[in-house]
């Protein structure tokens, strides 16, 4: 029978990654969700037709797998008096919360994992980096793969805090996307095309970029060698592109990648307080 698995949250990440199962064929009767706010829940209800609970411990009674899908700030307060079966695969999506809290909050008798997915989630077209310590065994770490897995590519890390350069780069990612369309087509603006042109110049182009990228990197072509293509000498990109790397791109991505795996880890911190 398929694995039981249970949500404590039902927000945005939750509810891509249940759409992923769903559409992967998991059994909606083998899926149950905690969601204290009455209209998600609703909502829930109506999008999944799902079990959904308002509290935990009923929504994850005989679950295999937990996904805990709550806000960092949340958590401690999700988890509070929560007991899970033995050998449950516990897999938490939040950002900075370490193992060593959830070990604290759960007890010791469950299988951890830390994963950190991002929203293209909701179209299967995730990537989500996991890490388990050498003590969970890989049948728990098979299912872990195998929820994540329903909505992307999955990517297992060699150490926790890994985690953090992963929000960095994918989990908070589609944002700087969005952000630099945004940019993209405010500039197509001021140039003469209307908003909706320039909105459409700026997102087919990304999205046929990105199919060019996967394409490259599938054939070895690295990706500054397509870059390289498109730079005419004296010409056009060669002028964009100098632009944006004297303006310092490459040094505002840095700083702020490292902002983002900084606050990952200052919020782990701070909630490694509560206890
Ligand atoms: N949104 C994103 O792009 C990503 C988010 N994450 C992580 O996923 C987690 C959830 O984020 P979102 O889905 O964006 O947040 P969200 O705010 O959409 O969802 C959180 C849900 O938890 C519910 N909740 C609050 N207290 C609860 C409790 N005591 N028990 C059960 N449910 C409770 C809320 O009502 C809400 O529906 C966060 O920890 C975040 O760090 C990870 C990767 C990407
Ligand atoms: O912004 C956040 O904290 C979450 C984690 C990664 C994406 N959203």
Not at 85 to 95: H, K, L, R, T
Request: with cysteine; net charge neutral; aromatic share 4%.
């Amino acid at each position: 029978m398929a694995a039981k698995i249970a949500f404590i949250g039902g927000g945005n990440m939750a509810a891509s990654l249940i759409g992923g199962l769903l559409q992967a064929g998991h059994p909606r009767a083998r899926i149950s969700v905690a969601e204290p706010s009455a209209e998600r829940a609703a909502w829930l209800r109506r999008s999944f037709e799902l079990q959904v609970a308002d509290s935990a411990a009923p929504a994850c009674a005989g679950a295999e797998l937990v996904v805990l899908a709550v806000k960092p700030q949340q958590m401690r307060e999700a988890l509070a008096g929560l007991r899970l079966e033995a050998g449950c695969v516990v897999v938490s999506i939040a950002a900075g919360i370490q193992l060593a809290s959830l070990a604290r909050w759960l007890g010791e008798n469950v299988h951890l994992v830390r994963s950190m997915p991002n929203t293209p989630a909701l179209l299967g077209a995730g990537i989500s980096g996991l890490y388990a310590d050498a003590t969970v065994p890989v049948a728990a770490r098979d299912l872990a793969s195998y929820v994540l897995g329903a909505a992307g590519t999955c990517v297992w890390l060699e150490s926790e805090a890994q985690i953090d350069a992963v929000t960095a780069v994918s989990g908070s990612g589609p944002a700087y996307f969005f952000l630099v369309t945004e940019a993209m087509r405010e500039a197509g603006v001021k140039l003469g095309l209307s908003p909706d042109v320039a909105g459409q110049l700026a997102l087919q182009t990304f999205i046929g970029a990105a199919k060019m990228a996967e394409d490259g990197i599938a054939r070895s072509i690295d990706i500054a060698q397509l870059r390289a293509n498109v730079m005419s000498r004296g010409g056009t990109t060669e002028a964009a592109v100098r632009h944006l790397e004297i303006a310092g791109l490459r040094t505002i991505f840095d700083a702020a990648l490292q902002a983002a795996a900084d606050r990952g880890r200052e919020l782990g911190a701070s909630l490694a307080k509560e206890t």
